[in-house]
């Protein structure tokens, strides 16, 4: 009824848009063509309190001196990725105000590599929690290896967009770009979109459906080998009984590459989504996606949290039980 006005505000929009800045843009409205905040917002609010919630977690655990067991630094390694994920989700909120792009290069490359790191000690946990359990192999002693592979394949495989010159704004917030000249026109960006699949999507897709089926098969595993059975000699007793101890010690872990399968199948349905469409990214597709990657920082710091929790708990309870001749749980 009024084009005029219509033309107007979404002029004064654009113009808005690049006043704040000249190269990049935020995610692209699949509608209208013009530009959102909301995706970068609830990207940055909701790592605020993944931040927060990993932080305690490091803490508590510093504190109570549970870092000197390998299980727990293990954990520890998880969260440590995840706040890093949080920080540099957090400091994109400067991209409303920031028009400098070396400033979104340097975010890109930094969420780059500590997904992947994420990536990679879910793959090491998930080894190393299988290989105990179905193999009955303690690989303690594996631990630098884990963390000397994790941070130089998370670096190098990071530095890759470098090379193609890929990392720039991705929707609405900084990592490789997937759509030619700030998603004008919606026109997709097809070496963006391959370089995200390579380094991101298709990795974490075959982690997901290998430690989905590792987590079934340790499971199937760990069910058959709790049925009763009659031991013949003390030794075999007391082996069996350190290795339930220590499984039971280990088995926290698995909620890590569980919390990870969980968190990355919405951005991969986002991203075939926009893979397979010519207009830009889906707004509110975005911000579920968004959601998410704070979702896997968070619960991975609550999972730590609970841990330790539920284990003072246990070793309390033991403790009384101890104390009380083996009653205090019989009493009424």
């Known amino acids: 009824a009024h084009p005029d006005k219509g033309e107007a505000r979404s002029t004064s929009v654009i113009r808005h848009r690049k006043s704040r800045t000249s190269s990049m843009a935020e995610c692209c409205n699949s509608t209208s063509g013009v530009y959102d905040n909301s995706s970068l917002i609830i990207l940055s609010a909701s790592n605020g309190a993944t931040v927060f919630v990993c932080f305690f977690a490091i803490m508590v655990t510093l504190f109570l001196g549970l870092f000197r067991q390998t299980v727990y630094r293990l954990a520890l390694y998880q969260v440590l990725a995840a706040m890093e994920v949080g920080i540099v989700l957090v400091a994109q909120i400067n991209l409303l105000n920031n028009d400098d792009k070396s400033f979104c290069i340097a975010m890109a490359f930094l969420f780059t590599q500590a997904m992947l790191a994420k990536l990679i000690l879910t793959i090491w946990v998930t080894f190393h929690l299988v290989a105990f359990a179905v193999f009955h192999k303690n690989l303690k002693k594996l631990e630098i290896f884990y963390l000397v592979t994790t941070l130089l394949f998370s670096c190098l495989v990071a530095s890759i967009p470098f090379a193609t010159k890929s990392y720039g704004l991705s929707g609405s917030w900084c990592w490789i770009e997937d759509s030619e000249n700030n998603c004008e026109k919606g026109k997709k960006d097809t070496t963006g979109i391959i370089e995200q699949f390579a380094l991101w999507f298709g990795p974490s897709t075959a982690i997901l459906l290998t430690t989905g089926i590792a987590m079934i098969v340790m499971l199937v595993v760990?069910?058959?080998?709790?049925?009763?059975?009659?031991e013949k000699n003390t030794i075999t007793v007391t082996g069996h009984y350190q290795n339930r101890k220590a499984l039971k010690q280990l088995l926290p872990l698995a909620v890590y590459p569980i919390l990870f399968?969980?968190?990355?199948?919405?951005?991969?349905?986002?991203?075939?989504?926009?893979?397979?469409?010519?207009?830009?990214?889906?707004?509110i597709l975005e911000s579920v996606s968004a959601l998410c990657n704070a979702g896997l920082g968070f619960t991975t710091g609550m999972a730590?949290?609970?841990?330790?929790?539920?284990?003072?708990?246990?070793?309390?309870?033991?403790?009384?039980?101890?104390?009380?001749?083996?009653?205090?749980?019989?009493?009424?």
């Open 304 to 332: 730590l949290i609970v841990h330790i929790l539920v284990s003072k708990l246990l070793a309390r309870n033991r403790k009384y039980v101890s104390e009380s001749g083996g009653y205090g749980t019989m009493q009424h």
């Open 222 to 230: 760990l069910a058959k080998r709790s049925r009763p059975r009659p």
């Open 261 to 283: 399968c969980l968190f990355n199948v919405f951005p991969l349905v986002d991203y075939l989504y926009d893979a397979l469409h010519e207009t830009a990214n889906d707004s």
